[in-house]
């Protein structure tokens, strides 16, 4: 007899870890422009005017303990002033990611929803057609 609740469990798995490996190729993606990290940040962008280098993004775990301006929101851009300076600026959450990240949710859980009550319903399908196999035998007995 096959255990559904396996079934599910394993497509949980499977579904999280597809999420895991997706979320860590998307940070490389944003990272790949970051070289160097510094020590001291050269916060030259607050006097003068500059270029993004490389555009908002999620600190990494290095960033993270590497630099204090991914603290304040853990969000993290490189700029380049026209000093020609090159500093990290904190920046705030994109609201358009986080709304792509938040439909993704949506998108995933309701495929896993939809699954799910198919399984059951196959489930009771087969159940109820093992009951009545049984009455049949019952009855024929008499």
């Given at each position: 007899?096959?255990?559904?609740?396996?079934?599910?469990?394993?497509?949980?798995?499977?579904?999280?870890?597809?999420c895991?490996?997706h979320?860590?190729?998307?940070?490389?993606?944003?990272?790949?422009?970051?070289?160097?990290?510094?020590?001291v940040?050269?916060?030259?962008?607050?006097?003068?005017?500059?270029?993004?280098?490389?555009k908002?993004?999620?600190?990494?775990?290095?960033?993270n303990?590497?630099?204090?301006?991914?603290?304040?929101?853990?969000?993290?851009?490189q700029?380049?002033?026209?000093?020609?300076?090159?500093?990290?600026?904190?920046?705030?959450?994109?609201?358009?990611?986080?709304?792509?990240?938040?439909?993704?949710?949506?998108?995933?859980?309701?495929?896993?929803?939809?699954?799910?009550?198919?399984?059951?319903?196959?489930?009771?399908?087969?159940l109820?057609?093992?009951?009545?196999?049984?009455?049949?035998?019952?009855?024929?007995?008499?």
């Amino acid at each position: 007899m096959i255990n559904c609740r396996a079934y599910q469990h394993g497509i949980c798995l499977i579904i999280f870890l597809l999420c895991i490996v997706h979320s860590s190729a998307e940070e490389k993606k944003n990272n790949k422009g970051i070289k160097r990290i510094l020590d001291v940040i050269d916060e030259c962008w607050e006097n003068e005017e500059y270029d993004v280098e490389v555009k908002c993004h999620v600190c990494d775990s290095h960033e993270n303990s590497a630099l204090q301006v991914c603290s304040r929101t853990g969000y993290i851009e490189q700029v380049k002033c026209k000093s020609g300076t090159t500093s990290y600026k904190s920046c705030p959450r994109d609201p358009e990611r986080e709304m792509v990240i938040f439909w993704k949710f949506e998108g995933v859980m309701i495929f896993v929803s939809v699954l799910a009550g198919a399984i059951v319903m196959l489930r009771m399908r087969k159940l109820d057609r093992e009951n009545i196999e049984r009455i049949q035998r019952q009855i024929s007995a008499l």
